[in-house]
């Protein structure tokens, strides 16, 4: 609780963190790739997953403290950062070079407002996904899955706002990721420069693994009306 | 070589003028015409000022003092800028050739709560001050050091410690930072001194005191967008950051106090 | 004034015995504050640099009470920082041969037999220490492969012993000296007060017992009591307005302290250093010095025509004068600052410089670049290539680099004896502000190690032995000494601000800045110095009548801050310019035109002026008295010096 109480300590536990929901997202994303191999394969990952109840319920415990404790500290910080400058410039320009507008569009301007619309995300997926909350009973029937997941997909709102969510991830973890490794002290000529564009190359792979879903479903969907 | 005949300058500058701290301050706009492109944009406030007094009113405050880049004491923000828009260069070093005729040039105290404004373009840094009496230093008395070289330190350990030793304290790191953080600062002393057995009996108090000093001081933390970087003068890098993490979490872990 | 008086007054209090064991003997003799007795005594230190961040650490740490105060918004900011080149010490690590003696005996030939022996000496000999304090303070000074220190060659000396951190020596000794003042400050007995501004020194029954300062925040007059004060407040460069020296760099405290009864040594005695980067515009506030390592490969040239305006590239080999290597054949390039600089202005009088001033002279790396290749030379100045290009727009490695001389520091100062005591008993005076070791020329990288040495090494003794010495009763501010300082000063600001006149303060400093130079630089004459007299004293008149201060005085008002500055500065010249006419000889950095041999070098006279000049302020309107200490040399033989 210590490490809580100091700046550093606070983007110490944001890093860890943060890792760990990158962690996460890595696994998440290998599992929703079986979608593509098929109705079998997935029910199957499924099936098997929700069997292990006991880790299921630790995973999901352990997942929901992470981003509680990684969203509150996000809150202080921000309320922190802001309260330091007081009085805000008339005007401000990057002085990084080789990126245009580098203040601008760079991710980590603007992470906490990225991941206050991943959070915002968060809460749709789980919506649609765990708690069916918009959905009434239309999975009921089949008990598969993939069923379940084709239904979600195929939907044009669930296009629009998993493409946004997917690629506002992708854009607050291709930023997160390195920063993580800063946070917790990991900064070495040879490796830093590896971790960025890695880094980068994840925020990408989030950004369109996540979105490629319900893109592939809705192509599907025009093939078949067509 | 001939160099081509370079025109005097007309610039509109927009200059933050404050009385005094508990006074509020505004923009005011200013005219000048004839600068040379061989000016320092100190000299070019200075001649802002001689205009200033003739026409009966006040000179802009500003600090300065070595004008030759290496005490730390100039430093505005010029068009969003801290020290304006060249790298690795203070305020006093900046010339008037990186500007154009015509240009508005929009001219601001550095901006933290930490650095209250005294007046105008003036701000009180004494904060780094307080951080460093926390803990940057080593605690030995006159008179208790043994012979220079008892004390063996590998040259790439020296110049890693003068990489961050060569922090001049200007601030441009905070006025830059979205946070307003310190951090690049008080990560310079913790790595120069961190990268030198002279400093290691002292390695965990120091760390965890000077972040404390820093965190109190009201600096912000930091959220690693580098800009302190980009704006350092003395080009002090955000590794020293890294390993300011890295101490303190090391200190923080397996310090008894 | 009778001698016997004279020689009262300048008792330099040298211990007797051999030269290598004087400083033992006198640290011996000293008196001793009890431990418990030295949180009874208050001590005030006036500036933050080299001296006095070190001196007042170092007081602090032996339990003495120190108010330290400065200027700058932070103490880490003096002057000191700029010191690019080293410092000096005779650790003889390179095993070259060098020893305390041989450091000693440049120093006093490199100040050209004007500075106290006794006082020179001590300093070598406490240099090792300061190199050894430094280390223990996380001072990064340049390693070896192995982790040993490494030393180089500077000014011309012909052995290594210039410990270094990169181009930023002074720098890093500042901020080791600072972090330790910063150590105190937390540790409760240092308490600091930046932003202030010394106004003048409290004299209670003929002892400095504290000073009267402008809070320059928010304008109020204070006054501190003490049981003494240090003065390490720098030198007066400035008042040539033009100098290497930091814009806020005064005489003021110095100045204040001299007609309190502080004598003034050798105000004349200035450095002007060779490669700094010429006036450009009438708009420049500040020079820009490169490190005189330039010369080692670069050469000094002008056109042999007069008329000849070409680019140089244009100008071919036999076109070229390269003046140092035609007059001084043995030296060339290298010869020592003072005649490097003295042989630019000759050729830029008689009509050669270059540029758009025709005040500079050309530093050419062609054929050191041809030679030695670019990466080789790259690697040696790249700093200072980086920097000339980035004031001046030129590219040294396409075109020469145009130089000139500039003011630089100032080896004159207060009069102290062995002990750093001013003749106002209690008032010590440390560092650049002094006259003592550098007579009438500065080797390079010995103003660290002088600075260090007051602070770190000689005034700790020597101020305990004055405050143990008994006699000093109990005075706080509330003594009527300290009322009437007060008020006078705040009369003197009351009375810039109630002027109201045409010229701003930076126009009148600058004119000062050219009577000084035209007059008082790198040449003087008995008549242009008298004319300077003359010129100075309207000027100050003028000032009084026509100097125009906005603002009020209970804010931060740096037109004020100036004015005040300058006010001194213009009292301050006229004593320069009298120092500089009494002394009829040439030496180091002092050149008289009516001094010098056939070939234009500079004639010193030993047998009438191998003294220190020391003035006495007799009151405004008197002229100030002149008191000599005779220097006498024992260890050293003086010789002439030559670079033919």
Redesign the interface.
């Known amino acids: 609780m210590t490490a809580l109480s100091s700046s550093i300590g606070r983007k110490f536990v944001m890093g860890l963190t943060g890792l760990f929901l990158c962690f996460f997202l890595v696994i998440h994303l290998a599992g929703n790739l079986l979608l593509y191999v098929g109705p079998e394969a997935y029910d199957h990952y499924a099936h098997t997953l929700h069997e292990q109840k006991g880790f299921l319920l630790f995973a999901e415990v352990f997942l929901f403290t992470a981003f509680i404790i990684h969203i509150l500290l996000a809150v202080r910080l921000s309320r922190d950062n802001f309260a330091a400058r007081k009085v805000s410039y008339a005007k401000t320009s990057s002085k990084k070079g080789g990126r245009l507008a580098a203040s601008v569009i760079a991710p980590e301007v603007w992470m906490f407002w990225s991941g206050a619309i991943v959070l915002g995300f968060l809460i749709c997926h789980l919506g649609d996904f765990k708690f069916e909350w918009w959905w009434g009973n239309e999975f009921a029937s089949s008990g598969s899955e993939y069923h379940k997941a084709s239904i979600i997909l195929r939907d044009p709102r669930v296009l629009v706002v998993y493409c946004i969510g997917s690629v506002i991830l992708g854009v607050h973890v291709s930023h997160g990721l390195a920063s993580a490794f800063q946070s917790l002290g990991v900064n070495h000529p040879k490796y830093t420069p590896v971790i960025h564009w890695c880094s980068i190359a994840f925020g990408w792979i989030v950004a369109i693994g996540f979105a490629s879903f319900p893109i592939a479903w809705a192509l599907t969907e025009s093939a078949a009306t067509h | 070589m001939i160099s081509p005949v370079k025109k005097n300058l007309s610039l509109n500058l927009r200059v933050w003028r404050q009385p005094s701290a508990d006074i509020p301050g505004e923009f005011r706009n200013y005219q000048l015409s004839d600068i040379s492109p061989d000016m320092s944009f100190l000299e070019m406030l200075d001649i802002l000022n001689e205009q200033l007094v003739e026409s009966g009113e006040e000179p802009v405050a500003f600090d300065h003092d070595c004008r030759e880049g290496i005490c730390g004491t100039c430093g505005v923000v010029i068009n969003g800028q801290a020290h304006g828009p060249d790298n690795e260069t203070t305020t006093c070093q900046l010339h008037m050739r990186r500007f154009a005729d015509g240009d508005t040039i929009v001219i601001e105290p550095w901006r933290a709560r930490a650095f209250p404004v005294l007046r105008d373009l003036v701000v009180d840094r004494s904060a780094f001050d307080r951080i460093v009496q926390s803990g940057g230093y080593v605690s030995v008395r006159t008179g208790q050091a043994p012979d220079g070289n008892a004390i063996l330190v590998p040259s790439q350990d020296q110049e890693e410690a003068m990489d961050a030793a060569a922090c001049i304290g200007c601030g441009a790191c905070v006025a830059a930072c979205k946070n307003a953080s310190a951090m690049l600062f008080t990560s310079a002393k913790v790595s120069h001194f961190a990268n030198l057995p002279q400093g290691h009996p002292e390695r965990k108090k120091r760390v965890l005191a000077m972040i404390s000093q820093h965190d109190e001081e009201g600096f912000g933390a930091c959220t690693n967008t580098y800009e302190c970087e980009a704006a350092c003068p003395a080009a002090i890098s955000v590794t020293h950051i890294a390993r300011l993490n890295r101490e303190y979490m090391k200190a923080m872990l397996t310090s008894k106090e | 004034m009778s001698t016997a008086t004279e020689r009262h007054t300048l008792d330099a209090r040298i211990p007797d015995g051999p030269i290598d064991q004087k400083w033992t003997r006198c640290r011996d003799e000293m008196k001793l504050v009890a431990p418990n007795n030295k949180r009874k005594f208050d001590i005030i230190v006036v500036g933050t640099g080299l001296a006095g961040a070190?001196a007042a650490?170092?007081l602090a740490?032996l339990g003495y009470n120190v108010k330290a105060f400065c200027y700058?918004?932070?103490?880490?900011?003096a002057?000191s920082?700029?010191a690019q080149g080293g410092i000096n010490a005779a650790?003889n690590?390179p095993n070259d041969g060098d020893s305390v003696h041989r450091l000693f005996y440049d120093t006093v030939k490199g100040g050209d037999f004007r500075a106290r022996e006794a006082n020179v000496y001590r300093l070598a000999e406490v240099a090792n220490?300061i190199?050894?304090?430094?280390?223990?303070?996380?001072v990064?000074?340049?390693?070896?492969?192995?982790?040993?220190?490494a030393n180089r060659t500077f000014g011309g000396a012909q052995v290594s012993r210039t410990f270094y951190?990169?181009g930023?020596t002074g720098?890093?000794l500042l901020?080791g000296a600072?972090?330790?003042l910063?150590?105190q400050?937390?540790a409760g007995k240092v308490q600091?007060f930046?932003r202030h501004e010394m106004l003048d020194l409290v004299v209670v029954d003929g002892k400095a017992r504290g000073i009267v300062c402008r809070n320059m925040?928010n304008g109020e007059i204070e006054t501190h009591a003490a049981h003494a004060v240090l003065l390490c407040t720098g030198g007066y460069g400035n008042v040539f307005y033009l100098s290497?020296n930091?814009?806020?760099c005064n005489v003021t405290a110095a100045w204040r302290c001299h007609k309190r009864g502080a004598y003034f040594a050798n105000p004349a005695f200035t450095q002007i250093h060779p490669t700094c980067i010429p006036v450009?515009?009438d708009?420049?506030?500040?020079l820009?010095?490169m490190s005189e390592s330039l010369r080692n490969d670069g050469r000094v040239w002008v056109p042999k025509d007069v008329n000849d305006k070409r680019?140089p590239?244009d100008i071919q080999e036999d076109a070229r004068d390269y003046y140092l290597e035609r007059r001084y054949p043995a030296f060339g390039n290298m010869v020592p600052r003072d005649v490097a600089s003295r042989a630019a202005k000759e050729r830029c009088d008689a009509g050669f410089g270059v540029g758009e001033t025709q005040l500079a002279v050309y530093l050419d790396f062609k054929r050191a670049i041809e030679e030695q290749g670019r990466d080789v030379i790259e690697a040696k100045y790249g700093n200072l290539f980086h920097m000339y290009k980035?004031?001046?727009?030129?590219d040294p490695y396409?075109?020469p680099m145009r130089i000139y001389p500039a003011v630089h520091y100032t080896m004159g100062g207060l009069w102290v004896d062995y002990h750093l005591e001013s003749t106002v008993p209690g008032l010590f005076v440390l560092g650049e502000a002094n006259f003592s070791d550098h007579g009438a020329n500065r080797l390079g990288a010995s103003a660290l190690m002088q600075g260090l040495a007051d602070g770190?090494?000689v005034a700790?003794y020597t101020v305990g032995h004055h405050l143990a010495n008994g006699g000093l009763k109990e005075v706080t501010t509330a003594h009527p000494k300290f009322k009437e300082t007060a008020v006078e000063a705040r009369n003197r600001i009351e009375r810039m601000l109630s002027v109201n006149g045409k010229r701003?303060v930076?126009?009148i400093h600058r004119q000062l800045g050219n009577i000084m130079w035209e007059h008082c630089g790198m040449s003087r004459s008995a008549q242009g110095l008298s004319t300077a007299i003359e010129q100075i004293r309207d000027l100050r008149a003028e000032f009084w009548q026509n100097v125009?201060v906005?603002?009020n005085g209970d804010?931060?008002?740096?037109?004020l801050e100036h004015a005040g500055r300058l006010a001194d500065f213009l009292e301050f010249g006229e004593l320069f310019a009298r120092d500089a006419l009494q002394r009829e000889e040439s030496c180091g950095g002092h050149f008289r035109e009516e001094h010098q041999t056939e070939d234009n070098e500079a004639r010193r006279d030993d047998e009438n002026f191998a003294f220190v000049g020391a003035w006495e302020h007799k009151g405004d309107d008197q002229q100030a008295v002149l008191h000599k200490e005779q220097l006498t040399f024992e260890e050293v033989k003086l010789t002439t010096r030559s670079y033919k």
């Open positions: 070190s650490a170092s740490e700058q918004d932070s103490a880490r900011r002057h920082i700029a650790k690590y220490n190199i050894d304090q430094c280390v223990a303070q996380g990064p000074f340049a390693r070896e492969y192995g982790g040993t220190l951190c990169r930023q720098q890093q901020l600072y972090s330790a910063m150590r400050v937390s600091m930046s925040v290497t930091a814009k806020g450009k515009g708009y420049q506030s500040k820009t010095l680019p590239s980035k004031i001046t727009d030129e396409q075109v770190y090494f700790p701003s930076d126009d125009r906005l603002g804010s931060l008002n740096q037109a």
